[in-house]
């Protein structure tokens, strides 16, 4: 139990610790340490020693009755209000007590595991009395709730006990006991109605009980539930009820510091739902915006994609056409390569570093920045938009400068991904496909083959003795030439069309990659995840606490 | 003079009662305003305007502590069993009055003590029976008293139930003089002792009887408790004494005695000259009603400029997020510029004008063909001009930013703010519908025409008068137009000619957004001196209108409730409290004089 009751506060001091962003936590967390550190020091405290105040208004006589169960004369009694100023504790020899105010301390009582403490009374004129039995309040595990026929409603007493409902366990002493009527009935019904829930009730008179005591005469009937009261304290207040009474204190306490925090911390939860919808959306519009930017700028330029298929093609083709088709391409691409050796180039920007990076297998990882004047402004609304939603929520709102320039780099992060990886692949896998054996020896078939024949022919009338006209070597010549273009296109064809495929599917995987991504206000998630985290975390220890 | 006191009275607290029912449905508000004011309007209400309706008897009130033996004490002086002793406490939960019968019938006329219901004490139980309407006062008739003296018996002021307290409260207002019975428990408790203090503060006179007091010793250990509370009180007076073994509840007819010279307690309170005590009380608590009045209008200005510092806050804050709009349609004035004065070309120009732009176009169509890609990736990156919707979408955006950040001002303010005016801002903030509000701004700012088309109008007037006035500066503005004219089309073609297409669309569209930056640059530097003229007064009127927006929109609706919970403060209820507290103060000098 006392394992589980650590584990319990040392959640809750990490709770009071929270310096996150959610702003009624950390208001919480003020009170939550003083509580926390209040159950700490009623955990250390040795686990035997049951702490007694005899609390009540001047004048009822807890100094008697502190006399009576002593059997001596400890605290000083009169008739004169108020009488006792400073708190009587009376121990058992050995106890080492701290109560943070002035006190009188008697060693030398024989009930082993208790301390009693005659308090100050609550309701005079004296306000520094008052404040002394708050202190010793602070630090007692029962309280016994001394009053007679005149003081038992008193207010001044009743409302130095109502903060501590449910954290001490009461229980009512009548004093002053006499022929006239118990109040008992109405006392404990007046409690019961306020939400105290006493535990014993005795009916003494003290006086007559300490009268006896001195003389050395046996107990009478006069004593009322005198002899009770002292069997309760010798041998029913035992080390497991000691235990049960302060057990049932902590969690009493324990009980109310988590209500409250739970409370405390419900209160923004409707706001809670709305943030966490707010951030989904924003978070979906700024990656349909990003998607928008990158797929407009980088993924609808064909020409990025045929240069690096063609480059890739040309590195690896085979045969007579693929070796004329990369001629072509040489030739084909040399004005976008002229941009680049002019002054003018724009070898740094987004479009080349995006061609380096779908054409090179070592290219440099460097940052690639979709920034844009709609995509700040779109950023800079939803940012602004959030700020109210978080507030609403109770969260401080960080005017966060690096923000845009995460999501921008985050966005460009994901599209140098694409294009250094699935799609270069795609490029790549093409490139293979075009400049493939197969394909190479079935292009090349046709022209040579047709070569071949035509030698063939030239050879064969050559050894007849016939002299072909030149007009039949322009004829195949041309017959050549057009099956070697036709040829050329078709491959042309075959690569643009692969490019087209390339630059679809990359766009389906960047969608992909950005779709349910967390693109921006990370921070912001994080918080609120962190503040979810929390609240569930309450909640569950809400629920130990009711299993316990 | 006591009728002008007593119109000064009846009329304050008419006010009082408007100002209360003014704040009835903010509790928290109301709370925060009357807390503490219970003693003297209890005054006020009990004893200053009935006093002045014409009464001339002394009520007696039996007050103290629970249990102490209020209701034996009551029946003692009546020698009769009226109010219910007892044993448990706080029973008595309704005053009660003996008077003889003509005195009985005034006060079940309603004559005496005005606010509670009068009704004849039929069954002593009544008394004690807390469910019946607390605003109840029996009535019970002993002929035996005299027709200058009534006795109440109150419920105690001390115990749990705060509702016998208020009923003390005022019972201890209506009362002259108060038969304070203290035990040797109860002469020190601190809420009886100040209890005491406010009625001896008012005036009251105060007799105390020491009830369960011990007879040995001739009450020595009694006579000095009850010297220690007239101490702690700040009075001198005759005391009284009931020993413990006094067995009341049998015989009501053993007297109460005085502790010095054994004087009885009712004959003692027979034969006080009333019309001395009554002067004395009223007097007295006029001016201990004028004295704490003047701290609770005191505190009434606190509570005002407490209210009145946020709605300032929140308004001020509106004004400044106003101040932040900067309605500039930024690039758009430079365009402007650039656009008036190429429609001032005249034949010639225009002339050269179309010829060159459609060389860029013959041109480009060329380089077109060639580089396509480059072509387009220019075209991705150069700056798109400025659409007439891009301008309204930057106002719509700079308008939405600052509405949403005052209201997320707001909603911060809200909810650090301390009470009383959390209860008044927090829930109108929190229910703010921030976004319909800032459409709803929008639509204010933004609406009937166009920005661009107001703010168009406007600058043609501006730049026509301009063009008049400024001959020098409309000669270098149209040179500089020329060579812009002229510009694209000759290195478009230039280029063209050198590179054989290749490379001049690039170059030509680029040159054209240049030229077209440069020659707006140049503009504004030209008609800097008009610019500021011509934005300014236009731009406060973007502001104001923003402003009034925001306040229509966001303020007005976080603000509504602190708007008509500050009304009762600013308007005549106060003014007439403080006229009308002037006006008691005037007569209260003169009658103690």
């Given amino acids: ?548 | 003079m006591q009728n002008e006191l007593g119109q000064a009275l009846a009329s304050f607290e008419l006010a009082l009662q408007q100002m209360r029912s003014a704040l009835e449905t903010r509790p928290v508000l109301s709370e925060r305003v009357f807390s503490g004011t219970e003693e003297w309007t209890a005054l006020l209400t009990y004893k200053l305007v009935p006093h002045l309706a014409g009464e001339g008897c002394l009520i007696g009130a039996v007050t103290g502590g629970t249990n102490t033996g209020k209701s034996t004490v009551f029946n003692l002086l009546t020698h009769q069993k009226i109010s219910p002793m007892v044993n448990t406490a706080a029973a008595t939960c309704h005053p009660v009055i003996a008077a003889n019968a003509k005195r009985a019938a005034e006060c079940l006329g309603g004559k005496l003590i005005p606010e509670f219901t009068p009704v004849p004490l039929e069954n002593e139980a009544d008394v004690i029976n807390s469910d019946i309407d607390f605003k109840t006062l029996f009535v019970a008739v002993d002929d035996t008293l005299p027709d200058h003296l009534i006795i109440m018996d109150t419920p105690d002021v001390d115990s749990i139930d705060k509702r016998n307290w208020e009923v003390a409260d005022n019972i201890r207002a209506a009362g002259d003089v108060l038969i304070a019975v203290i035990t040797g428990e109860k002469y020190k408790d601190d809420r009886v002792v100040q209890y005491f203090r406010h009625a001896v503060d008012s005036g009251r006179q105060l007799v105390p009887v020491m009830n369960k007091a011990n007879p040995a010793d001739n009450f020595q250990v009694g006579r000095n408790q009850v010297e220690d509370f007239l101490n702690d009180v700040g009075i001198e007076a005759m005391s009284y004494v009931i020993p413990h073994d006094f067995s009341t509840g049998e015989d009501l007819n053993q007297s109460i005695v005085s502790f010095q010279d054994g004087k009885e307690l009712r004959a003692h309170l027979e034969s006080l000259d009333v019309p001395a005590i009554k002067h004395q009380v009223f007097a007295q608590t006029v001016k201990r009603f004028a004295e704490t009045t003047s701290s609770f209008l005191n505190h009434l200005d606190e509570v005002h400029t407490e209210l009145r510092d946020v709605a300032d806050q929140f308004e001020s804050l509106n004004a400044s997020a106003s101040l932040e709009y900067d309605p500039a349609p930024g690039k758009e004035v430079g365009g402007l510029f650039h656009a008036f004065v190429q429609s001032k070309r005249g034949a010639i120009r225009r002339g050269i004008g179309a010829t060159s732009a459609a060389i860029v176009r013959g041109v480009s169509a060329i380089g077109r063909g060639i580089v396509s890609g480059v072509k387009k990736r220019t075209q991705m990156e150069a700056q798109s001009e400025e659409t007439e919707a891009s301008v309204l979408e930057f106002h719509r955006a700079a308008i939405t930013r600052i509405a949403q950040h005052l209201s997320r001002t707001y909603i911060e303010i809200s909810r650090n703010a301390p009470e009383p005016v959390a209860s008044l801002i927090r829930k109108s903030v929190e229910s703010l519908d921030v976004d319909a509000a800032v459409d709803a701004v929008i639509e204010d700012c933004l609406s009937a025409e166009s920005i661009s088309e107001e703010f168009r109008e406007h600058a043609d007037v501006m730049l026509n008068a301009w063009w008049e006035d400024h001959k020098g500066k409309r000669l270098t503005l149209e040179a500089l137009d020329t060579i812009l004219a002229i510009m694209p089309a000759a290195i478009a073609g230039t280029t063209g000619l050198l590179t054989s297409g290749f490379g001049a669309g690039e170059l030509a569209l680029a040159s054209t957004a240049a030229g077209a930056t440069f020659g707006a640059k140049v503009m504004e530097y030209q008609f800097g001196d008009a610019l500021f003229d011509f934005l300014s007064p236009w731009k406060k009127d973007q502001q104001v209108l923003l402003k009034a927006a925001l306040d229509t929109h966001i303020t007005e609706p976080c603000l509504h409730e602190l708007y008509e919970a500050l009304e009762p403060f600013e308007g005549e209820i106060v003014e007439s409290l403080r006229s009308h507290h002037r006006q008691c103060v005037v007569s209260q000098g003169s009658i103690e004089s």
């Fill in chain 1, 1 to 548: 139990m006392t394992y589980r009751m650590n584990t319990l506060l040392d959640k809750l001091d990490e709770l009071s610790h929270y310096s996150g962003s959610w702003l009624t936590l950390r208001q919480e967390g003020k009170r939550l340490n003083h509580r926390v550190a209040e159950l700490r020091e009623r955990e250390d405290r040795l686990d035997d020693v049951l702490i007694i105040a005899l609390v009540g208004g001047s004048g009822v006589g807890k100094s008697t009755l502190l006399n009576a169960l002593a059997g001596d004369e400890l605290a000083k009694t009169s008739e004169y209000r108020p009488c006792t100023s400073i708190p009587t504790v009376y121990h058992p020899p050995g106890a080492r007590l701290d109560f943070s105010t002035d006190t009188h301390n008697v060693s030398g009582s024989a009930l082993e595991h208790l301390v009693v403490i005659d308090t100050p009374d609550s309701d005079t004129i004296e306000k520094a009395h008052r404040e002394s039995v708050s202190k010793i309040l602070q630090h007692c595990d029962l309280i016994m709730m001394c009053a007679d026929a005149e003081k038992y409603l008193d207010e001044a007493t009743w409302s130095l006990l109502r903060p501590l409902q449910q954290e001490r366990s009461i229980v009512c002493v009548e004093t002053k006991a006499s022929v006239a009527p118990t109040v008992k009935e109405h006392w404990l019904a007046r409690l019961t109605e306020e939400g105290f829930s006493p535990g014993q009730y005795f009916r003494v008179n003290s006086l007559r009980t300490f009268d006896r005591k001195l003389s050395g005469a046996q107990s009478d009937a006069e004593e009322y539930d005198f002899p009770q009261l002292e069997t309760y304290l010798q041998s029913e207040l035992d080390r497991d009820q000691i235990r049960r009474i302060k057990r049932s204190n902590a969690s009493g306490l324990l009980a109310k510091t988590i209500g409250s925090l739970q409370t405390a911390v419900n209160e923004d939860a409707v706001h809670f739902e709305q943030l966490r919808e707010g951030l989904q959306r924003i978070d979906a519009e700024l990656a349909q915006a990003g998607l928008a930017v990158a797929e407009q700028r980088l993924f609808s330029e064909s020409h990025l994609w045929n240069y690096a298929l063609g480059k890739e093609t040309s590195v690896r083709t085979k045969g007579v056409v693929g070796t004329l088709y990369k001629v072509l391409e040489v030739v084909r691409t040399l004005p976008a390569r002229m941009m680049q050796w002019s002054p003018w180039s724009m070898s740094s920007g987004i479009g080349q570093r995006a061609a380096t990076l779908l054409s090179k297998d070592d290219a440099p990882a460097t940052a690639l920045t979709l920034d844009s004047a709609e995509l700040k402004q779109l950023f800079l609304q939803k940012e602004s938009e959030l700020g109210v939603l978080l507030a609403k929520a109770g969260f401080e709102v960080q005017g966060n400068t690096q923000s845009y320039d995460s999501y921008i780099n985050t966005l460009g992060d994901y599209v140098g991904e694409i294009l250094r990886g699935s799609a270069r692949e795609r490029i790549v896998r093409r490139a293979q496909l075009i400049s493939s054996w197969p394909l190479a020896v079935l292009l090349d078939i046709p022209p040579i083959a047709f070569f071949g024949i035509t030698a063939y022919g030239v050879v064969k009338e050559y050894f007849a003795g016939v002299f072909l006209e030149w007009s039949f070597f322009i004829h195949s010549g041309s017959v050549l030439a057009i099956i070697l273009v036709a040829e050329l296109v078709l491959l042309s064809l075959l690569a643009r069309s692969m490019a087209w495929s390339a630059r679809r599917s990359s766009i389906g995987d960047l969608k992909k990659a950005i779709r349910g991504h967390r693109m921006a206000f990370v921070y912001e998630r994080n918080a609120l995840d962190e503040a979810n985290a929390v609240r569930d975390e309450i909640d569950a220890l809400q629920q130990v606490l009711k299993d316990y």
